[in-house]
């Protein structure tokens, strides 16, 4: 009997729809007349779920008793007699209870399997055996229930069910996972924006290898050799010699630059074992690949450049970084270095090749020629045909020419070639002419014998001439190699300037300038110790450095501010290149103080900014409080008196004054502390399905004047999604701003209207009406239209009610009263 397929939904975590996923994929199937049956589906009473449950044939669950308490679970045996062609069973990683016959539910699906029949199942990625203690690390929850990855790999088909974490703390806010008791507690703990974001990437990426793994099977099984770069996959040949760290960074920063790039080292042993590197040279490599993010590999091989590319081919490697080789360069001539071979065999493979300062000719070189190297082929060839061709010129004319007609020429034709190829050549051609002078124009001619003393003169000063002028030509080419290269860099540093002004990370972007423009493996800039603080590193490309590695000796470093280092790694920094490396400190340290003044900058805004607050606070409450406490100290200070008699009337009077101040400084003081809520961040909206007919009436009961506040509401706008509390606030405060600005006996009116998917809730007074351009403004904490120091509050109100309303999603605005109101 053929063994049944399995079919797993993957998800990040519950309640992204895995459960949904399969029932779906069963209807379909029973749609074209397959034979479906649940096994088990928990619904946990969605109402979605139990909805798509209908329809499918269940068979009943188990009921097992356990310590007096009856437990479910999938009847496995039933499932068997029943044998469908496909079982849906939720919850791989489920633990049965005691007394089923296997420990796990993925054990069921395994029996149900070697039964032929085929099985729908479904696993959380935190189930994972492998990932247990990653996940127990990011959540800080401990999976008890937990499947082998051996039998999630071993699905035929894996297919990954996938929500962002704020689509599905949307879903869980609405009620549609957990019980409306549990959402909040879920979502400040399992489910925060972090959490859920991590166990995403950990499905992405561990689905991700499942699908790399299929595709070097489907290769092997159809015998592909040729790289597929399905992602970047960077290789990089280690000999465990000095320079592998320099490969190793630079292969890493490669990597990152593409999405899902993976490091990979290969270190080569030649299958005699008598030569290689010493262990803790490896052994550090290894350990730096593992701090790069990498893995180290290490083959077998005689050959080494294809030991490389066969184990780049085989991990369908897209890059491969290799050093350069250490070999002097008369040794390639008689057999390519392996860097070569690399390169000549890599056939699709792109290869880097990165020099390091143990390469060959990084030692003691000649100095560089000023001029091209298309002139100075040039005047090696004029150095080598010139003097033949003019002695065939001289050697056709009627009579043969004496020296001071030949000298002056072959001095005149190792002056050109000076001119054109400059020393090289023109010693050549100098001594190409002398050896011509001599042999041919000389007495006695037709050897290299010279017998007049005048004549050895003269040739010594024809080399002296030829020579000199060949200096200074030479000379002049590289002065003006120097002023282009010195233009270059000026053109440099005038794009940086440009970059730099037009970037928001400035930093980053000087130090990723420094990288290209000097060659580093990484830049960064220290902050130097001193008594009060340890160095620091403030700004790197390679985050993997600490300041111990930027510390070392023989780094190129300049100092960018009294406090600050810029350092390179990698790379050496020659006299010509100081000046350049100066400009590129100067330019972060004046990045270094931009920053430290935005700081400032930023600081003394706030202390402005609260210092106003404080000012304005002080002014209104010195006022505006002293109000309600006068009257309610003068109050109980009159019905305390014993000289005067007070009738019923009268006192009543004043204990309605005391009230009436005690409301007004109760709304002034909750005024007062909604807008620091406000101000700090502090205040959190609860919204839910709030109904107006209940919100209305008690906002209009509670005013100081309800009798002047008429209200309707519209029976299609009446249902608001907002917190009841803090839409109370809101209309009390717009309507007491509106009671206080319409003229008596004129009345206030409440009114709703539906707007698109909105409510629009109308507070309509015929008041003075504020100008266009102050209504913005009269939304501003302590502010008062017109400033008018009349009125009992500090300019609150509007302030809270705008804050309030924004806080739940919603906004509040001024506009003018139709003229039909």
């Not at 109904?691 to 299609?716: I, M, N, T």
Request: aromatic share 4%; net charge negative.
């Amino acid at each position: 009997m053929a063994r049944g397929r399995l079919r797993i939904y993957l998800g990040a975590a519950p309640g992204v729809g895995k459960t949904v996923a399969m029932l779906d994929e069963g209807h379909r199937r029973l749609d074209r007349g397959t034979d479906v049956v649940v096994g088990l589906v928990e619904t946990h009473e969605r109402p979605h779920t139990l909805a798509l449950v209908e329809g499918l044939e269940s068979v009943p669950r188990a009921r097992l008793t356990h310590r007096g308490t009856t437990l479910e679970e999938m009847d496995l045996d039933a499932l068997l007699r029943r044998r469908p062609q496909v079982a849906l069973v939720d919850e791989l990683a489920h633990t049965n209870a005691p007394g089923c016959r296997h420990e796990k539910r993925w054990q069921d699906v395994d029996e149900l399997l070697d039964a032929g029949i085929d099985v729908i199942s479904t696993v959380n990625i935190q189930h994972l055996e492998s990932l247990n203690d990653v996940v127990t690390s990011i959540t800080g929850v401990v999976q008890r229930e937990t499947v082998p990855d051996a039998v999630v790999r071993a699905a035929d088909q894996v297919e990954l069910v996938d929500m962002s974490p704020e689509a599905l703390r949307r879903r869980m806010a609405h009620g549609n996972v957990y019980a409306a008791e549990k959402v909040d507690a879920a979502l400040a703990n399992y489910f925060r924006v972090g959490n859920l974001s991590a166990l995403r990437e950990l499905a992405l990426l561990w689905l991700a290898d499942r699908v790399d793994e299929g595709l070097g099977r489907y290769r092997a099984d159809h015998g592909i050799d040729a790289s597929w770069p399905t992602r970047e996959r960077v290789v990089v040949a280690v000999s465990g010699a000095a320079e592998g760290e320099t490969l190793l960074r630079r292969g890493a920063r490669i990597a990152a630059r593409g999405a899902g790039g993976e490091l990979l080292a290969v270190h080569v042993v030649r299958s005699d074992g008598l030569t290689g590197p010493t262990l803790p040279d490896l052994v550090a490599q290894r350990r730096l690949t593992d701090e790069l993010g990498g893995t180290f590999h290490t083959v077998t091989g005689d050959d080494l450049a294809e030991a490389v590319l066969d184990f780049a081919r085989g991990v369908n490697a897209s890059q491969v970084v290799i050093g350069s080789s250490r070999r002097p360069r008369w040794r390639t001539l008689l057999s390519p270095s392996t860097t070569e071979e690399v390169i000549t065999e890599s056939g699709d493979i792109d290869v880097h090749v990165v020099t390091h300062r143990f390469a060959a000719g990084r030692g003691w070189r000649a100095p560089r020629a000023g001029l091209p190297r298309r002139r100075r082929r040039l005047g090696y060839a004029l150095a080598v045909l010139g003097p033949f061709l003019l002695t065939e010129a001289l050697a056709g004319l009627p009579e043969d020419p004496d020296l001071p007609l030949t000298v002056p020429l072959f001095l005149l034709l190792s002056v050109l070639t000076a001119l054109l190829g400059g020393m090289g050549p023109a010693l050549l051609g100098a001594l190409a002419s002398s050896l011509f002078l001599n042999w041919f124009f000389t007495p006695p001619t037709g050897g290299l014998t010279i017998s007049e003393p005048e004549n050895a003169a003269a040739l010594v000063v024809f080399l002296l001439v030829a020579a000199a002028v060949a200096w200074v030509v030479d000379r002049s080419a590289r002065r003006a190699d120097q002023a282009v290269r010195a233009q270059g860099e000026a053109a440099s540093l005038a794009g940086l300037s440009h970059m730099l002004l037009g970037s928001t990370d400035q930093m980053t972007l000087l130090l990723d300038t420094a990288l290209d423009m000097f060659g580093a493996d990484a830049a960064a800039v220290v902050r130097r110790p001193d008594r009060h603080r340890p160095a620091a590193v403030v700004a790197t490309t390679d985050p993997a450095l600490g300041t111990e590695d930027l510390g070392a000796p023989g780094l190129p470093r300049e100092e960018a501010d009294p406090e600050h280092d810029l350092v390179l790694v990698g790379a050496t920094v020659s006299a010509g290149r100081q000046r350049l490396f100066a400009a590129f400190a100067a330019h972060a340290g004046a990045i270094l103080q931009r920053r430290s003044l935005q700081a400032s900058a930023g600081e003394a805004a706030a202390l402005a900014r609260d210092n106003s607050a404080r000012t304005a606070l002080l002014s209104a409450v010195s006022h505006d409080l002293r109000t309600p406490l006068a009257g309610i100290k003068a109050a109980i200070g009159s019905l305390r008196s014993t000289e005067v008699t007070f009738s019923p009337e009268d006192e009543a009077e004043l204990e309605a004054a005391i009230e009436d101040s005690a409301d007004r400084l109760d709304a002034l003081i909750g005024n007062l502390l909604d807008m620091s809520r406000l101000q700090a961040g502090a205040l959190v909206a609860h919204p839910r399905r709030v109904d107006l007919g209940e919100v209305v009436p008690g906002v209009v009961a509670a005013v100081a004047e309800p009798e002047r506040v008429d209200w309707a509401l519209d029976p299609d706008a009446r249902v608001v999604v907002a917190d009841a509390g803090l839409l109370d606030r809101v209309l009390g405060n717009v309507v007491e701003n509106a009671l206080r600005h319409q003229p008596s006996p004129g009345r206030v009116r409440v009114c709703t209207s539906a707007l698109a998917d909105r409510v629009q809730v109308r507070v309509v007074d015929t008041g003075p009406g504020v100008p266009e351009p102050d209504r913005d403004r009269i939304f501003l904490p302590f502010q008062r239209h017109g400033d008018a120091p009349d009125g009992d509050g500090v300019g609150l109100g509007l302030a809270v009610a705008r804050g309030l309303a924004e806080a739940m999603g919603g906004r509040v605005s001024a506009e003018d009263t139709p003229a039909a109101a």
